[in-house]
């Protein structure tokens, strides 16, 4: 397990007193397949502060091409996904971590949403739906949207 989710239990608690972040309901046992919309770059921050076992996220590929990221996101073994297109190494990616009990985490939209809708599903997602062999757990995030809109100008 990566350090920094050692680090999971107090910053949680920061995060979700600052964010005022609630959760109803509850999670399975590993293995699951995740899929939840998109409102913030700190979606997934947020949702793993719900669980107690690292979440394997799937990642634009350019992402890993950061600086800071990029060898943060490789040592947390984020998986990398082509944009807007099938990936093939990508769903091999998915496919084993599940048979490895672990927890993946997709955004099927692909993106931050602009306006705070749902926007629409690439085409093959529901392919990877079809044959993931484990229980696919929907999150909802509501409210995130307008804690920092892809539009707004923050300098």
């Known amino acids: 397990m990566h350090p920094i989710w050692y680090l999971r239990i107090p910053l949680g608690y920061l995060i979700k007193k600052r964010y005022n972040l609630e959760i109803l309901g509850s999670f399975p046992k590993p293995p699951f397949l995740l899929i939840a919309n998109h409102t913030h770059n700190f979606d997934p921050l947020f949702i793993s502060t719900f669980l107690k076992n690292p979440i394997y996220w799937i990642v634009a590929k350019g992402t890993f091409e950061k600086p ?3 060898p943060l996101f490789k040592s947390m073994n984020f998986i ?6 099938p990936d093939v190494s990508t769903i091999r990616k998915i496919l084993k971590n599940l048979k490895e009990n672990k927890i993946v985490g997709i955004f099927p939209e692909g993106s931050i949403t602009w306006d705070g809708n749902f926007q629409e599903m690439p085409p093959g997602t529901d392919k990877l739906l079809n044959i993931v062999k ?3 757990v929907a999150v909802k ?3 995130g949207y307008l804690t ?5 100008n923050f300098e």
Do not use: F, N, Y
């Open 68 to 70: 800071i990221l990029g």
């Open 141 to 143: 995030i509501m409210g």
């Open 80 to 85: 990398p996904k082509q944009k807007g297109e």
């Open 134 to 136: 484990v229980p696919i």
């Open 148 to 152: 920092k809109p892809r539009w707004a």
